[in-house]
């Protein structure tokens, strides 16, 4: 019996699920279903260019787990384009990165900012620097806090849920 999949850590769920050939009715079309996992993973390494090591970090796996996952997402993704069948993009056990939320005082710009990346530098609109965490996710003072030192810091993950 194979050993449980440990969830992997996923910063968001796509926008749309769904690919398909142009021109081509979806009942003509055979599916290959990419699991979020392999989306992320995708997401990371090629389109932010993260190498295997930094990628693999921030979806909380092993390095050689993150190389079995992009080249599985690489020859589904080759399958689909080079045999014209629709991407279905579900499925995988997974857990949604933690995000937190920034505002710009200078434009009021609000934006959600991944556990573990740091403070942001600048506004991604207006370029200010001048930046603070949004007001619902502020923290007590200092001393107020109690048992918030016991807490697992930076990259927390909210409950693993399986899709299907």
């Not at 019996?1 to 996923?10: D, E, G, I, Q, Y």
């Not at 990346?117 to 370029?127: F, L, Y």
Request: with cysteine.
């Amino acid at each position: 019996m194979a050993r449980p999949k440990c969830a992997r850590l996923v910063n968001e769920f796509p926008n749309t699920t769904f690919f398909k050939p142009r021109g081509i009715p979806l009942v003509e079309l055979d599916e290959v279903t990419l699991a979020f996992d392999e989306y992320e993973a995708l997401r990371l390494a090629d389109l932010e260019g993260l190498y295997h090591e930094g990628a693999a970090l921030r979806m909380n796996i092993s390095r050689p787990t993150f190389g079995r996952i992009i080249e599985s997402a690489h020859k589904k993704v080759a399958d689909a384009l080079i045999n014209g069948k629709a991407i279905r993009i579900e499925g995988g056990v997974v857990t949604m990165a933690q995000k937190r939320t920034f505002e710009c005082s200078d434009c009021g710009h609000s934006w959600e900012v991944p556990f573990g990346t740091g403070r942001p530098a600048a506004c991604p609109k207006c370029a200010s620097n001048n930046l603070h965490r949004a007001e619902n996710e502020r923290g007590l003072g200092r001393g107020d806090r109690g048992m918030g030192c016991r807490r697992r810091r930076g990259n927390t993950t909210a409950s693993a849920k399986e899709t299907k």
